[in-house]
């Protein structure tokens, strides 16, 4: 099976998930939803009524990964709303067997997580009931993590348990996916990859990584106080502060405070962030009689 490229969706703006998905379409084959209830994992992302939003607006399938604590509930219902492949973790399930075939009696493929801990020898019986393996090679719960290199082992039993690359069951990694861990994890025999960053998926297939688009030919329109493209100079140089890929807020938090200061805009021709002056204090003269 050829190489597929499934991006996370907690790199993106969840603000704007239908213009991120978009952004990918040209290099992904997958959009991977990370689905989490902040009781199996200590984060909590969204759910179902998001997904089936964003079902009406991607045009790639979406990969739902459901880290929650109760798949057998839930899981078929992402089927159900249209998602390609429901991925539920073995640690949570309850019933794996019903909950596996649910799935694929609502017309989505059936996948089934580990987390790095779990040996994948404890799910060789239920390997006919699946159509794709997910390895974690992170611990579930945050994105942005080091790559667990003990998880490579398990990873190659994993692929001689599953048969070779023309084997009907799918075998995907997630978790710090990047350009200098996809060859290793490729080498062991995943052939399904979730990169921790959009740009990752570009520089694999070749892409360029704009993912906002064409540098605008003319600056855009900036109020007051705003610094320009034109005026900020190096700040819209290749991976610079300003620039689309690695320097951006890596969390919402982290984005809202700084919108909340006053000392970050967004461009309205990338969407990145942009430094900008604050404006300055003026404290009245204080009078000599106004304390007395």
């Not at 794709?132 to 942005?144: A, D, H, I, K, N």
């Not at 023309?166 to 710090?176: E, S, T």
């Not at 060859?183 to 979730?194: L, T």
Request: net charge positive; with cysteine; aromatic share 4%.
């Amino acid at each position: 099976m050829a190489v597929q490229i499934s991006p996370s969706v907690l790199s993106a703006d969840f603000a704007r998930l239908a213009d991120e998905a978009a952004a990918v379409a040209a290099t992904a084959d997958w959009l991977h939803v990370d689905v989490m209830d902040n009781h199996f994992v200590p984060n909590l992302t969204l759910g179902l009524p998001v997904v089936e939003s964003l079902l009406k607006h991607a045009t790639l399938p979406l990969d739902c990964h459901l880290m929650i604590t109760d798949p057998d509930r839930w899981a078929p219902a992402y089927a159900e709303a249209g998602a390609r492949n429901v991925t539920i973790h073995a640690e949570a399930v309850r019933a794996p067997v019903r909950t596996l075939r649910a799935i694929r009696a609502a017309g989505a493929r059936a996948g089934l997580a580990l987390n790095p801990g779990t040996p994948v020898e404890h799910v060789t019986d239920l390997l006919p009931e699946v159509d794709m393996l997910l390895l974690m090679t992170v611990e579930p719960g945050f994105g942005g993590q080091p790559f667990l290199d003990l998880v490579l082992p398990k990873l190659r039993r994993a692929r001689a348990l599953v048969g070779g690359r023309d084997a009907a069951v799918w075998l995907q990694v997630d978790g710090g996916v990047s350009e200098e861990t996809i060859e290793r994890c490729a080498e062991a025999g995943a052939d399904v990859f979730v990169p921790a960053r959009p740009s990752t998926a570009r520089t694999i297939r070749g892409a360029p990584c704009r993912p906002c688009g064409p540098r605008p030919s003319a600056p855009p329109p900036t109020r007051p106080g705003v610094v320009s493209p034109a005026e900020a100079g190096s700040v819209f140089t290749p991976n610079g502060p300003g620039s689309c890929c690695p320097r951006r807020f890596p969390r919402p938090r982290a984005r809202r405070r700084a919108a909340a200061c006053g000392r970050y805009v967004r461009s309205p021709g990338c969407g990145s962030a942009v430094a900008r002056t604050p404006p300055r204090r003026t404290r009245a003269p204080r009078s000599r009689s106004a304390g007395r």
